[in-house]
Nanobody, 113 residues
Framework: QVQLQESGGGLVQAGGSLRLSCVAS????????MGWFRQAPGEEREFVAA????????YYADFVKGRFTISRDKAKKTMYLQMNSLKPEDTAVYYC??????WGQGTQVTVSS
């Protein structure tokens, strides 16, 4: 069955870094995109970044450009989000998305000031 498993969340101080991972299984990725969304308490879920699986073309929300980098390892069926220069406003649950309608369970990212 379909499974998306995130990892790498945690607690860091402002200015620190985290690397999130999402391992996909049970679904076809070729011809589709994978991405990251986040949701802070009391806020709507928002798009963070996405990557086309076949050619690796990245897409970013404006608020993370220059700080976050999305990538994927096709052989490992794993997507990554390298998060640098983290800010307290980056605090949220980060969700892995595949084929638009499949979601992981989320991983908590907390950035302290």
């Amino acid at each position: 069955q379909v499974q998306l498993q995130e990892s790498g969340g945690g607690l860091v101080q402002a200015g620190g870094s985290l690397r999130l991972s999402c391992v996909a299984s049970g679904l076809t990725l070729s011809g589709y995109a994978m991405g990251w969304f986040r949701q802070a308490p009391g806020e709507e879920r928002e798009f963070v970044a996405a990557i086309t699986w076949s050619d690796g073309n990245p897409y970013y929300a404006d608020f993370v450009k220059g700080r976050f980098t999305i990538s994927r390892d096709k052989a490992k069926k794993t997507m990554y989000l390298q998060m640098n220069s983290l800010k307290p406003e980056d605090t949220a649950v980060y969700y892995c998305n595949a084929q638009s309608d499949y979601w992981g369970q989320g991983t908590q990212v907390t950035v302290s000031s």
